[in-house]
Each structure stands twice: as structure tokens, then as C-alpha cells.
């Protein structure tokens, strides 16, 4: 007796961590529809419609979703809430799992094809960088330094001569390659900053971390307070 294949699930995710928010729908691992957006300050008003949009395209419907994925961070304070409560409120309606992935998760788990140390590096505007670094082995990836807030002058100090590849903002990367390194470490890898399809993809390969049910939650990334609230520590 032949065994049916299991059909591969249909996932909607998104990130509007950033300036480059993007959505995406794929089936398994396979990218079917993908709309990059890059305006910050429009992603309240245009998230849903994109994924309407997108739904439309392919003749699927909410209905026919399996999980919704959505980037956690680091970036915009604004942005971040927007994207977990728009990905909290469409998995509890729909009554299917969500799974929150960082960005730079995400983008570390494009390296997976390697067997090294990758940092991955995001802008955080004036002059500093997020910045997490990932032991991947065997296509899998473990965290070995956790997100952080630095100056770019910083980066170059420490990953100078290390091996180690640098993934991520695409000048910066390039910025944090000190000249004169020896045998040609850190090496940097541009990557493509719209990020919702590796969102997705991460997703699915940590399936232990999906949740369910009426009372899902999750943590944001945010690494620096907003401004808002610096402001207020600053005045008080």
C-alpha cells in the first residue's frame, strides 16, 4: 500500500523590523510570493492589504495557512510591535501555530550550507551595529554570543582576524573587514536584507519552538529602549 506524501505546509511570514519590511508566502521551504516593502512608517497600513495581495495572487486563503512566522527584532520599537501583534492575532483567529524568529537568526540561517563561526551584523544607525555570532555544524546552528549593541569601530576590533564569516548589512560587513588581516579573515557574505522568506525558513526548521492556542505570547528583540523611553529616564 502506497503512503500518502505529507503535504508540505503553507506558511505566511513577515518582518517589519526595519525600513526593508517584506511578506511572504511559501509551501515548505519553497518560496512562492514574496513583496518587499520599504517604508518604514506605512507597514501598520500596508501589512494586511500585502498579505491579502499575496493570498489573491495564488488562490490561497487565510484558511489555507499552517503557520504564520514573523521577525522579533532587532530594529524599530514601532515596527516590531506591529509585526508580533498582527502575527499573535491572525494565528489565534485562524487556530494555527505562530513561531517569532529574529532577524538575525534568520540570517544565520541562511550560512547553514557552512561549517564555521558567522556573525551577523545589522545597522542600528548612528555609528553602532547589532551584532550576534552563531556556531554552525553539520546544518545546524547554536547561538554563542547573544544580540548586542555596539559601535561599528567596535566590531572591527573584534572580529579582526578571526575565523569567522560576517553576514548581513551589506557596507557594513564590508566595513568591519579590518585591512591587513591575516589570511584573509573575517570574511564577509552580502545578503539580501528583506527578510521574510528566511523568516519562514527558520521557522520551519525549529518546529519545537511553535505555539498555539488563546493565550500565545511573544518576546521582542529590541536590544536599544526606544527613544521615547530614554527620553523620559533622561527628563526624570
Known amino acids: 500500500m502506497i503512503m500518502p ?17 517584506s511578506v511572504a508566502l511559501l509551501e515548505g521551504t519553497d518560496l512562492h510570493a514574496e513583496l518587499k516593502l520599504k517604508h518604514l512608517q506605512n507597514h ?17 486563503t487565510l484558511q489555507d495557512l499552517n503557520l504564520v512566522a514573523v521577525g522579533t527584532g532587532p530594529g524599530s520599537f514601532t515596527g516590531i510591535r506591529i509585526g508580533i501583534a498582527t502575527a499573535l492575532g491572525l494565528a489565534q483567529t485562524l487556530a ?5 524568529i529574529s532577524g538575525m537568526e534568520a540570517l544565520a540561517h541562511k550560512a547553514t550550507f557552512l ?9 542600528a544607525q548612528r ?41 548581513g548589512e551589506p557596507s557594513l560587513c564590508l566595513k568591519s573587514m579590518s585591512r ?7 570574511r564577509p557574505m552580502e545578503s539580501d536584507l528583506f527578510l521574510a522568506a528566511d523568516i519562514g525558513r527558520r521557522a520551519l526548521s525549529v518546529k519545537r519552538r511553535w505555539k498555539s492556542g488563546d493565550y500565545i505570547q511573544c518576546e521582542p528583540l529590541y536590544i536599544r529602549p526606544p527613544d521615547a523611553l530614554t527620553k523620559k529616564k533622561k527628563a526624570g
Open 96 to 100: 494555527i501555530p505562530f513561531a517569532g
Open 5 to 21: 506524501v505529507a503535504a508540505k505546509p503553507r506558511v505566511l511570514a513577515f518582518d517589519t523590523s526595519s525600513r526593508r519590511g
Open 44 to 60: 501598520s497600513a500596508n501589512l494586511l492589504r500585502s498579505i491579502d495581495y499575496l493570498l489573491e495572487c495564488l488562490g490561497w
Open 180 to 186: 591587513g588581516s591575516k589570511a584573509g579573515w573575517p
Open 127 to 167: 555609528e553602532q551595529v547589532y551584532y550576534a555570532e552563531y556556531r554552525i555544524h553539520g546544518g545546524r546552528m547554536r547561538e554563542t554570543r547573544k544580540p548586542s549593541l555596539m559601535f561599528l569601530s567596535d566590531l572591527k576590533k573584534e572580529v579582526r582576524n578571526r575565523h569567522v564569516y560576517v553576514i
Open 115 to 123: 561549517d564555521s563561526c558567522v556573525g551577523v551584523v545589522l545597522n
